[in-house]
């Protein structure tokens, strides 16, 4: 038989390029008659059912939505009744909530441990692969365990459009970087080249053009031929699983039947003669006359087998329209983040909790420490606590422009490592490490930056959700260079947050919160919750409340080990019972301590606290406590006015009529700081004079 494939391989192959297909037609019946709702269709590519048949079971998969033949051809080949396939494809299109994927979320190919899920944004599912492939190398060399077990190998497939992606050029680097540094990295990258991306077309760039740039080993099979694109595919895997190298294997001169999606108007960019010709070429029929002619079947068996494939597809479309859809908004809700860990030392204590300085007068000033100090004892702390943490960024081996990590790199080797700055792929490799097994608590050298890897962000944000709570990517990600500062203008002291639904995002104030605080993060993130962490510049060096006196005030005592600050906790300053309050987080907890005493001296008698509150995401219970007897407040938020997070606290508080009468709101300025100066971030003189005047 050519290319090595046996009578099984071949109408393994056929069975479910005749499965791919068929689906895809009544997923256009379905989306006629109303009743259906993802239409992006395999057309022309459904011989890349080689893929599937060819990776061995415990090998990674992550598939473009237009190769679906890979994840039909895995499943008949791990023993799945075809019946139960169609059925659970037949669910994604038609949103069943009994998707065994994605529960009802969303259409997305997958199904078994090693099989990724994809979003439908371009190639970001390429850094979550590179990550998984060199997430694989490193924890064989730490010896942990692994999803994905020595010796396997990952692929990720993208349509030809879609290599012309930021994201994927990118992780075509950082696997270059990889194969340059001797890091295993067996990764295949699957392209399939149809010609055109939508209704752009490709002018042979693919071919002519990209594909001489790459830098690893590259393998070309004719999409319409399956012998060709068995042979191939199977030498590309074996030279990515041998070599522990990324290759990269191009399907080419495939045609695209049928547009795009239903939605798709191709009469408006092809010819009615580009449309006949591409509907007439049709790789399932020549593959179909190749399994004959080689003797693998005959015509009559490939014949019954498309028939009994249709009745098959026509029933499990039949079966799945009828099955219910999710429509309360509570079960979307359910799976928006993996349950909360709770720490069993927080259960029945207070969460609101007295400030960490206040027992300073009882510390040497040798065993009291800066933030910074702090915040590197913590993380030596978790490295050596946990062997499955690792900590990666762009510029944390030497220490990094705060010093956060000085030294870990040497005393917790390859678990502290750089990787070229290119943030996608930076938040890529945290996710696919999450993936195989490992816990990633991946740093961000300043918050601006967070903005070129953004998409991964919310990749990481919306996984939990999109498998029905079955993928998630726990981890911690480190934001630094946020807010006060004069160093790098606004690219460099960045005073806005992304919060989307899914993540935990804190801000602490202070080194022994922090450091109880990113405890916290990192159970949260084995649990498979995200956990944002963010730091404020000023803070880090920090020693006093007022410089003028040099009070050495926010110098303090490492916290105990194993102490843990939980989301719901908040800490108070001042009398608990003062009945006006000021509510903030992180830089702006100082800023506000320097407003109250510039408040006494100008408003004396009047009693204020101060209520630092970290979680910046969701209100906590700790704060609705402090709350209690509250009669005025002042929320101070250090992000920009109209993008501060407390004007969502705000209106959660109100829905539950738990704000007091008299409240106002200052914050950051709407605008961006110039370089060399404070002069748009929250200050003392904002929050002294809107507590004026709500009090007034």
Known sequence: MPAGMSNADVKLVLQAAYATSLLHVESRVASAMGLGFYTIGPGGEELIACVGAILNPDDGMALHYRHTAAQVARQLKAGRPLADILLDRARGHVVSAKDPVSGGHHCAI??????????????????????????????????????LKPGSVSFVSVGDGSVNHAQYLAS??????????????????????????????????????????????????????????????????????????????????????????????????LTPAEIKAAAAENPIGMASAQAVT???????????????????????????????????????????????????????RSNILAPPNAKNAEFKPKDKHVMRKHMTK???????????????????????????????????????ADFPPEESCLMGLGIGYSQVGLVPIVEIPYAKYLDCGV?????????????????PC???????????????????????????????????????????????AVEQARAGRIVMSVDCTNLLNNKNISNEAKDGAWEMPYSERGERLTFDDVTIYGNPKAKVAIVTYGNGVLTCLQAVNELAKAMP????????????????????????????VVFADI??????????????????????????????????????????FLNVEDVVETVKMVLE
């Open 378 to 416: 913590v993380l030596d702390e978790i490295l050596t606590d946990n062997p499955d943490v690792v900590y990666i960024g762009e510029d944390v081996e030497h220490g990094g422009y705060y010093l956060v990590t000085d030294q870990l790199a040497k005393k917790h080797q390859y678990r502290v």
């Open 110 to 147: 997958g199904g078994g441990p090693h099989d990724f899920l994809v979003t439908s944004t371009l190639a970001s599912q390429a850094p979550q692969a590179v990550g998984r492939a060199i997430g694989q190398g490193l924890a064989s060399q730490l010896k942990l365990p692994c999803l």
């Open 605 to 632: 008698g009047v009693d204020i606290k101060v209520i630092d509150n970290p979680y910046v995401s969701g209100i906590s219970w700790g704060l609705i406590q402090a709350f209690e007897g509250v009669e005025a």
């Open 294 to 348: 080689a003797g693998a079947v005959e015509f009559a068996e490939l014949a019954e087998m498309f028939q009994n494939t249709w009745a098959e597809t026509k029933k499990a479309f039949d079966v799945a329209v009828n099955e219910p859809k999710v429509t309360e908004r509570s079960a979307v809700q359910k799976v928006t983040e993996q349950p909360l860990w709770k720490d069993p030392a927080a259960q029945g």
């Open 639 to 680: 992000c920009k006015f109209g993008q501060h997070p407390f004007g969502a606290h705000i209106g959660s508080l109100k829905f539950r009529n738990l704000l007091p009468n008299k409240w106002q709101v200052v914050a950051a300025q709407p605008t961006y700081n110039p370089l060399g100066t404070y002069l748009t």
């Open 172 to 269: 075509l680097n950082l696997a270059e970087y990889a194969q340059h540094r001797r890091f295993k990295c067996p990764l295949v990258f699957g392209v399939s080249d149809n010609g055109i991306a939508i209704s752009l077309k490709g002018y042979n760039w693919l071919q002519e053009e990209f594909v001489h740039k790459l830098r690893m080993e590259k393998f070309e099979a004719d999409g319409r031929d399956m012998f060709d694109v068995w042979a191939k595919t199977a030498s590309a895997v074996q030279y990515s699983r041998r070599n522990k190298r990324p290759s990269f294997m191009l399907y080419k001169n495939l045609p695209r039947r049928f547009g795009h999606a239903a939605t798709d108007r191709q009469g408006a960019y």
């Open 455 to 471: 998409d991964q962000y919310f990749e990481a944000a919306i996984m939990n959700w999109l498998s029905a709570g079955k993928q």
């Open 474 to 520: 726990g981890m911690v990600v480190r934001l630094q260079g946020f807010d006060r500062g004069v160093f790098g203008g606004n690219f460099h002291t960045h005073n806005m947050l992304h919060l989307p639904p899914g993540i935990d995002v804190v801000c602490y104030s202070n080194g022994p919160e922090y450091a109880k605080g990113m405890r916290h």
